[in-house]
T-cell receptor, first 115, second 110 residues
């Protein structure tokens, strides 16, 4: 079946540190991959996405590359800020015919950035 | 452009009651999905509707039901509420890849 595994948190970093949050997946075919962010007290926001192998999604300084050979979609940012403190979710959308676009989620990784 | 809107934002119910949550998708989006997010966990898929038809159902009991209207808005109904139904209920609309989420409805069951 389809599943997403994220590194466990919480992750605590100092401002301007390098961030990596690991995400690996299991899926048949060619799923689409996503990173969502949930700031405290808010809903989920799409951070970035990649729809095929070797695609790189990027937004707000965050990047993730769709690696089919390692079934991974690790999230990276070169220099984190306090405002990046949030919970980050990796998700996949299975490759299905039709309009079934349900998302399968990792458990989330909490990031705290200290000044 | 307005994003996905949900109502109410917060709701308190007691065990055994029923609840109706509402969602309006982004204009032009025909697909609406519902998720349950228990505190500290990732969202769990409940339903997806596309063009008023159910296209997917997660592992939730029959107490949970939903429908989509001709204007693509949607309702999620939960009957015979249990304490374990307390969660953030998220609605997402979709044009294609990825989904755009509303702010959610925080349901507390006492």
């Amino acid at each position: 079946g389809n599943s997403v595994t994220q590194m466990e948190g919480p992750v605590t970093l100092s401002e301007e540190a390098f961030l990596t949050i690991n995400c690996t997946y299991t899926a048949t075919g060619y799923p689409s991959l996503f990173w969502y962010v949930q700031y405290p007290g808010e809903g989920l926001q799409l951070l970035l996405k990649a729809t095929k192998a070797d695609d790189k999604g990027s937004n707000k300084g965050f990047e993730a590359t769709y690696r089919k050979e390692t079934t991974s979609f690790h999230l990276e940012k070169g220099s984190v800020q306090v405002s990046d403190s949030a919970v980050y979710f990796c998700a996949l959308s299975p490759h299905n015919a039709g309009n079934n676009r349900k998302l399968i989620w990792g458990l989330g990784t909490s990031l705290a950035v200290n000044p | 452009d307005a994003g996905v809107t949900q109502s109410p934002t917060h709701l308190i119910k007691t065990r055994g009651q029923h609840v109706t949550l509402r969602c309006s998708p982004i204009s032009g989006h025909k697909s609406v999905s519902w998720y349950q997010q228990v505190l500290g966990q990732g969202p769990q898929f409940i339903f997806q509707y596309y063009e008023k038809e159910e296209r997917g159902r997660g592992n939730f009991p029959d107490r949970f039901s939903a429908r989509q209207f001709p204007n693509y808005s949607s309702e999620l109904n939960v009957n015979a509420l249990l304490l374990g139904d307390s969660a953030l209920y998220l609605c997402a609309s979709s044009p294609d890849f990825g989904q755009f989420f509303g702010p959610g409805t925080r349901l507390t069951v006492l």
